[in-house]
Structure formats: C-alpha cells, structure tokens
C-alpha cells in the first residue's frame, strides 16, 4: 500500500526513540510521506544528531518523501539569535542547556555556568547551516489525508482559519486552545506541541486508559505529542488507517 503519510510528533533530542520509531514502521515506497511536526531539539542529549539524522542521513536511507516542518523550540532558538529572549533561555525545563551540550560536545553531565552564557544566551553555538536551515522550515504541510502543524490553528470570526489565511504564523507553533481540540470539526488536522497528557481525557485516546496516549478529538484533531526527551515516548500516526506506532 502507498499513498500513505506518516506523521511523526516532537522528538526533542531523543535519537534512540527516533531510530526506535522508524524501524518499527512498515517498508517505505516513493509515495509514501514522513511529516515530522516540528521540535527536534531541546530536553534531550542529543539535539545535534537527531537534526543531523533528519537533514542528511534520512533522505539517503529511505524512498519516501521527507517533510520538516516548524516546531516552536526551533522558533524560539531564533528568535534568541535574532533579538535575544533569556526568557526562553534560562527555564531548565525548556531544555536549551541540553541543546548547548549537544552542539559544543559536553558531556551531558557538564555544568553549564557563567562562562558560557555568552554563547547560550545568543545561540552562537549553532553551526550558520544549521541555523538556516531552521529559517527555511515551513509551518504546516496539507495533503489529501490531512492538515500538519506543529501546534494547531488559529481562530477568527467564528471559525477556525486554515494556515494559509493566518496571517500570524506563530499562533501555527504556539497555541495551546482546549477548543481547538475539543470544537474543531473540519478537515483532519495533526499536530504535536501539546503533551496528550494534559488534554481532556476522553474514550477518544488511541487507548482509552493510557492518558499519555496519542489523542483525538472529534474525529478530527490528532495529537502525537506524547512527551518524548522529556521522559515520555515517540509516537507516530499513519493515514489513512490511523494506525499508531510507538517507540516505547
């Protein structure tokens, strides 16, 4: 079977549960197509190699089409390179001490003090291809299956706006709505940010009582955040079947 998608949610460093993940799908043909949905890094040990796995070694490795979408954390890593935003930076739960870490080879135990808050704090440790790459992200992808973005969709005049009327493009990574995923109705939508954990609990989880599954509501919004480089796992959703694989 072709024509298939495979969507896959926030990674955020973890690279065995992205390699555990993919040699659990099924075989891949040149019709078939990997969305990943943004945040790559950040949280976990190894940022550095899970950009490097998705830029360079999976379109060599695998026949399906590759689409790299946005996430917010690689949003913000420019806006701190732009402007500079400590806000983003200094929370140890946004996890940008393990990203530093990982592009400068620290241990992933090392201290990181004073003496390298110059370099953190204005993402200087970021190679220029890297950060350019980061640029040319888009926000969402749309095929016959679905919408993909990162965090959901924006909101005007009573309904809910498709990515190419929302003129701000940053609700795209950002949003966080309960009525996003509890009123949505239209075409299916996919997206990460959002750990299913924190989403209202419902029959509608792919298992009904593992709360920190992958979700949907509505038949119409599917969640696949399930919280992995942050002690969780790698999820993916399969279309049209909806078969889910896990990396746990």
């Not at 830029?55 to 390179?81: C, M, Q, S, T, Y």
């Not at 808050?117 to 790459?133: I, K, M, Q, S």
């Not at 989403?199 to 298992?207: E, I, K, M, R």
Request: proline content about 6%.
């Amino acid at each position: 079977m072709s024509d298939r998608t495979f969507a896959i949610g926030d990674i955020h460093g973890d690279l065995e549960a992205l390699n555990t993940l993919l040699s659990r799908l099924p075989e891949l043909d040149s019709k078939d197509t990997i969305v990943f949905l943004g945040d790559y890094i950040d949280s976990g040990p190894e940022s550095a190699a899970v950009v490097e796995l998705i830029r360079h070694e999976l379109p060599k490795r695998l026949k399906a089409k590759i689409v790299v979408l946005r996430g917010n954390h690689e949003d913000a890593w420019l806006k701190v390179i732009d402007e500079g935003w400590p806000g983003f930076v200094m929370p140890p739960g946004n996890g940008t001490r393990e990203t530093f870490r990982s592009y400068v080879g620290m241990p992933r135990d090392a201290e990181v003090g004073p003496k390298h808050y110059n370099t953190l704090f204005e993402g200087e440790f970021f190679p220029e291809d890297v950060v350019e790459w980061m640029r040319s992200l888009p926000y969402f992808y749309e095929d016959q299956h679905a919408i993909y973005v990162h965090a959901g969709l924006a909101y005007e005049d009573g309904r809910w706006l498709h990515p190419e009327e929302t003129e701000d493009k940053q609700i795209l990574l950002w949003q966080r709505k309960q009525e996003f995923f509890l009123e949505y109705d239209g075409k299916s939508v996919v997206c990460g940010h959002t750990g299913t954990n924190t989403l209202p609990q419902t029959a509608d989880q792919y298992t009904p009582d593992d709360a920190n599954d992958v979700y949907w509501a509505g038949r119409s919004v599917y969640a696949v955040d399930t919280l992995c480089g942050k002690g969780g796992f790698l999820s993916a959703i399969e279309f049209p079947s909806r078969q889910v694989y896990e990396s746990r």
